[in-house]
């Protein structure tokens, strides 16, 4: 039973779904308010959400980084329960804001509210790198970088299920009221991974320098070599391009000519979810005969032609086709992480993963302010521009990882074999 009780994956098949319910539910309820009061004009509404998505997530992605390193380093002392528990009660109670806007009819800027509680409980950030680090100590180095793509793939099935469910829950009615149900299972749903974190699950102990100690903090002091500088480069670059195109994907479907319900945004978030399972698959089965470095960049070229297409998207049956051609786009990120993580020590996984979110969480910022301006400065135009750049920026992540690959070739050839040795025993290990 303390076997069971020792994985973190509930948590995040809990979370997960909890978030996707919430992002339908956030969505609709902000694209109703706000389409209420602009009839029949649908760029002004469009405008106005895009604006109004620009200031929570700001909000959301900037508070983190006051807390988030803080965070990292006071699990690292005491263990990583503190990164589970204080999110999640973060989680909890931002998002009861959005059930009392409902119900009252508050005006959505009520919701900055909730991304400041999330954003000073460490939110996202905090929470991702206290199930990195936990799924990191739990694990060997051959299961490692498995173990972090696993943990990817469920947080993908979890969003897939509540993604296409959520439109169907939203339609229900409760109290005369649209997405009243939808709201209460999402925070029941919060309220039961905060329980199984705070009481149930099992925390690793606190390691240093691979001994089982007690409050002992031992902070990284290894000095980031030029590949880790190149591969976190683009990680960055990467990650900046998606957000941006991402989020304007998500108020794109509610314009002509898509023109999307809560239902069709619900299937519109499970495909994009179903892409971290077929990232996954694409890891198990070519990881054997790829290096990281390919692999990478196979992630790269299969989102940036997504985003490609996507910007000529006129039809439903089209969008679902942009997102088949980015199957593979949820590989880069996950493996870059795990290459890094090899070269750390396992006493600082925490603050080394909070101090990887936290850099992620400012290029967010940094996109989504870039790409919901860009949107609402180019919807009469051409709508899908922004896209187009996201297209770019995330071809251009390829450079490094290229410069990478070159430096590797050039600089020790064995490290090649190593690595595909590696990856043959991960994937007999899983296999097993």
């Given at each position: 039973?303390?076997?069971?009780?020792?994985?973190?994956?509930?948590?995040?098949?809990?979370?997960?779904?909890?978030?996707?319910?919430?992002?339908?539910?956030?969505?609709?309820?902000?694209?109703?308010?706000?389409?209420?009061?602009?009839?029949?004009?649908?760029?002004?509404?469009?405008?106005?959400?895009?604006?109004?998505?620009?200031?929570?997530?700001?909000?959301?992605?900037?508070?983190?980084?006051?807390?988030?390193?803080?965070?990292?380093?006071?699990?690292?002392?005491?263990?990583?329960?503190?990164?589970?528990?204080?999110?999640?009660?973060?989680?909890?109670?931002?998002?009861?804001?959005?059930?009392?806007?409902?119900?009252?009819?508050?005006?959505?800027?009520?919701?900055?509210?909730?991304?400041?509680?999330?954003?000073?409980?460490?939110?996202?950030?905090?929470?991702?790198?206290?199930?990195?680090?936990?799924?990191?100590?739990?694990?060997?180095?051959?299961?490692?970088?498995?173990?972090?793509?696993?943990?990817?793939?469920?947080?993908?099935?979890?969003?897939?299920?509540?993604?296409?469910?959520?439109?169907?829950?939203?339609?229900?009615?409760?109290?005369?009221?649209?997405?009243?149900?939808?709201?209460?299972?999402?925070?029941?749903?919060?309220?039961?991974?905060?329980?199984?974190?705070?009481?149930?699950?099992?925390?690793?102990?606190?390691?240093?320098?691979?001994?089982?100690?007690?409050?002992?903090?031992?902070?990284?002091?290894?000095?980031?070599?030029?590949?880790?500088?190149?591969?976190?480069?683009?990680?960055?670059?990467?990650?900046?391009?998606?957000?941006?195109?991402?989020?304007?994907?998500?108020?794109?479907?509610?314009?002509?000519?898509?023109?999307?319900?809560?239902?069709?945004?619900?299937?519109?978030?499970?495909?994009?979810?179903?892409?971290?399972?077929?990232?996954?698959?694409?890891?198990?089965?070519?990881?054997?005969?790829?290096?990281?470095?390919?692999?990478?960049?196979?992630?790269?070229?299969?989102?940036?032609?997504?985003?490609?297409?996507?910007?000529?998207?006129?039809?439903?049956?089209?969008?679902?086709?942009?997102?088949?051609?980015?199957?593979?786009?949820?590989?880069?990120?996950?493996?870059?992480?795990?290459?890094?993580?090899?070269?750390?020590?396992?006493?600082?996984?925490?603050?080394?993963?909070?101090?990887?979110?936290?850099?992620?969480?400012?290029?967010?910022?940094?996109?989504?302010?870039?790409?919901?301006?860009?949107?609402?400065?180019?919807?009469?135009w051409y709508s899908g521009f922004s896209l187009l750049l996201a297209a770019a920026v995330c071809w251009l992540s390829t450079l490094p990882v290229v410069i990478y690959s070159y430096r590797l070739s050039k600089g020790d050839g064995s490290q090649g074999s190593d690595t595909d040795s590696t990856q043959r025993m991960v994937i007999d290990d899983f296999l097993r």
């Amino acid at each position: 039973m303390n076997t069971l009780l020792s994985y973190v994956e509930p948590v995040v098949l809990v979370t997960n779904v909890a978030n996707s319910l919430f992002d339908t539910a956030l969505l609709m309820v902000v694209y109703d308010r706000l389409n209420g009061t602009t009839p029949g004009n649908s760029d002004l509404a469009q405008k106005e959400v895009a604006q109004f998505y620009m200031i929570y997530n700001m909000i959301y992605s900037l508070l983190p980084m006051l807390t988030t390193v803080l965070l990292g380093r006071w699990a690292d002392c005491q263990g990583q329960k503190v990164l589970l528990v204080v999110p999640l009660l973060g989680y909890l109670l931002g998002r009861v804001l959005l059930l009392f806007t409902h119900i009252f009819h508050w005006p959505v800027s009520v919701m900055y509210g909730s991304a400041v509680i999330n954003g000073l409980t460490g939110g996202f950030p905090a929470y991702w790198s206290g199930i990195n680090a936990i799924a990191a100590l739990r694990s060997g180095v051959v299961r490692r970088s498995l173990r972090l793509n696993v943990l990817e793939v469920t947080s993908g099935a979890a969003g897939l299920l509540g993604s296409v469910v959520s439109g169907h829950f939203f339609l229900i009615k409760v109290n005369n009221q649209h997405g009243l149900l939808l709201i209460c299972l999402c925070l029941s749903l919060y309220l039961l991974s905060l329980l199984y974190s705070a009481i149930f699950l099992r925390y690793p102990a606190v390691l240093s320098q691979g001994q089982v100690t007690v409050g002992t903090c031992n902070p990284c002091q290894r000095k980031f070599s030029r590949e880790m500088i190149l591969l976190f480069i683009c990680y960055i670059l990467y990650d900046f391009g998606v957000t941006g195109g991402e989020n304007i994907i998500s108020i794109y479907v509610l314009k002509p000519p898509l023109s999307w319900d809560p239902i069709f945004v619900g299937y519109g978030k499970a495909a994009t979810f179903a892409m971290f399972l077929t990232s996954f698959l694409g890891v198990l089965i070519l990881s054997g005969h790829l290096s990281d470095s390919s692999l990478v960049l196979m992630g790269i070229i299969s989102n940036t032609a997504g985003f490609a297409t996507m910007a000529f998207v006129r039809s439903t049956p089209l969008y679902f086709i942009a997102r088949a051609m980015m199957l593979f786009s949820c590989i880069p990120l996950p493996t870059i992480r795990g290459s890094d993580v090899q070269r750390a020590d396992e006493a600082s996984y925490g603050s080394i993963f909070a101090w990887l979110q936290t850099a992620m969480t400012l290029a967010d910022v940094i996109s989504t302010l870039t790409f919901n301006s860009l949107y609402v400065a180019f919807l009469e135009w051409y709508s899908g521009f922004s896209l187009l750049l996201a297209a770019a920026v995330c071809w251009l992540s390829t450079l490094p990882v290229v410069i990478y690959s070159y430096r590797l070739s050039k600089g020790d050839g064995s490290q090649g074999s190593d690595t595909d040795s590696t990856q043959r025993m991960v994937i007999d290990d899983f296999l097993r």
